[in-house]
Structures are given as C-alpha cells and as structure tokens.
C-alpha cells in the first residue's frame, strides 16, 4: 500500500484550540535554533503537528539531501516521501505510530522528557545515493488536549550499519525502552555500568586517542587498553570505539 503524508498524522488528534497568539512562542524558538545551528553545525528542524509541516530547517547539508533549507521546509512531510526508500520510509510509519501510542499513555508532565531515536536511509536528490543517518525527536510544546504540538529533530550520521535501532530515552529519570518490530511491543533496557577506568577509555578516544596514547597517559599497558575496550564493546552492545562513543556520549555514560 503506498504511503501518504496523512499517515503520518493519523495518531495526532487535533482540536482546533490553537490561534495566532499562540505561535508567537514559534519564533522564540527559531531564533534559538539559528542561534545554536550557528554554534553547532546541527542539523536540525522543527515539527509543527497542528499545521502538519516543517516551521525551521537548519542549512547543514546532511539532512537536505540536495535542497535548500527553504524547499524542505516547503516540502513539509512530502520530503520524506521524496527522499525516503520505500523499505524505510514503512519502518517510519512504524516508529510513528508506536511512539505516539506510547507517548498517549504518559503523564502530561511527562510528555516532553522523552527522546525517540532511530536510523534510516535518505537519497540524495541529484545521485540517488543513500545515507544512514541518525534522527532523534523531543516534543517541544503539547496542546490543551495532551497532543504533541512542536518537536524538536536533529539528525546526524549513524554509528549502525541498519535502519532500525529504535530506541527510548527519558533525559530524567534515565530509563531507555527500545522497540521490537516484531513483537510490536517496547522494552526496558538494563541500565548500564562502566568503571572509572573505562569511562576514562571513553574520554581519551572521543579525542581522538589511539590505544598507544591512551596507554601512556593512563600508566598501563596497550594490552590493558584493549582488554578494557573490549569489556565496553560488549557492555554498550557496540563493534568499535566509534559507536562506544557515541552510545555513551547519548546515554550520559559520559
């Protein structure tokens, strides 16, 4: 069946409760973004569930695939039809449902402490080439009704070689949930506990490192080094250091 930029918003309910008075606050919020877009190089863009489209999309490159910042925002939801292969663009329709089923039975005060990330492919415009790139969302603002109004997405390069790797995250109280396609059902994860000296493993190769170098500013061995990267590969459920990085730098390992 094809999908249409409709089935993306058949979870939201809308209630017709929001004026102009209330998009003032959207501005406020695109300032900022500029504000750290230029500080940061980040991608990333904003959701406006009630409108059904894009208000900001930053200028890195990464998630433009070809167009300009202006056309994507243009585009809204139509982009993802556009630049999405079919296999990944079911899996977003997947995602989206069963984070808004989760997100419904939460709390209000808990409706914007959680972060969904996951992986998938876009097409460059001109080649057609594929990227896997990593998106995360937070929602921003909720309606009287409890809906999600604004999010907030930032993408990045995946550290996975797979679409998929749904995951999770409340930033509070730390609990990560990942998803099973299958199963159709969300997880609890086990928290995770580094040593100081793995931590330590961590730091020195997020800048850049290498195991000789580590070794040396740590007083130990290079045999030591390696048996201690390989005790985090398997803790953080990673291949490289690379990923190890970036799974603790997102999960606040570190």
Not at 56 to 68: A, H, K, M, R
Not at 123 to 151: C, V
């Amino acid at each position: 069946m094809k999908i249409s930029v409709n089935d993306f918003f058949k979870p939201v309910k809308t209630d017709n409760t929001l004026s102009d008075s209330d998009y003032v606050v959207v501005a406020r919020y695109i300032d900022l973004l500029n504000a750290v877009s230029r500080l940061s190089n980040a991608s990333l863009y904003l959701v406006d569930y009630n409108a059904r489209g894009f208000l900001y999309v930053s200028d890195n490159p990464l998630f433009l695939c070809g167009y300009t910042p202006e056309e994507v925002k243009e585009l809204g939801y139509t982009f993802y039809l556009n630049q999405v292969p079919e296999q990944d663009l079911q899996l977003l329709l997947e995602i989206n449902t069963a984070g808004f089923q989760f997100f419904e039975k939460l709390p209000l005060p808990e409706r914007t402490q959680y972060i969904v990330s996951y992986d998938f492919h876009l097409k460059n415009r001109a080649d057609h080439t594929q990227t896997l790139i990593n998106h995360k969302l937070t929602p921003l603002e909720i309606r009287q009704n409890g809906e999600i109004w604004l999010a907030l997405c930032m993408v990045s390069h995946s550290t996975n070689r797979t679409a998929g790797n749904i995951l999770l995250q409340n930033r509070y109280n730390g609990h990560s949930l990942t998803y099973n396609r299958v199963s159709k059902k969300w997880k609890k994860m086990p928290g995770v506990m580094l040593s100081n000296r793995e931590k330590e493993i961590i730091q020195l190769s997020f800048k850049g490192y290498s195991s000789d170098k580590i070794a040396e500013n740590l007083f130990i061995s290079k045999e030591t080094v390696k048996f201690h990267k390989k005790n985090i590969f398997r803790k953080l459920n990673v291949t490289n250091i690379t990923q190890a990085v970036s799974v603790a730098s997102r999960d606040k390992i570190i």
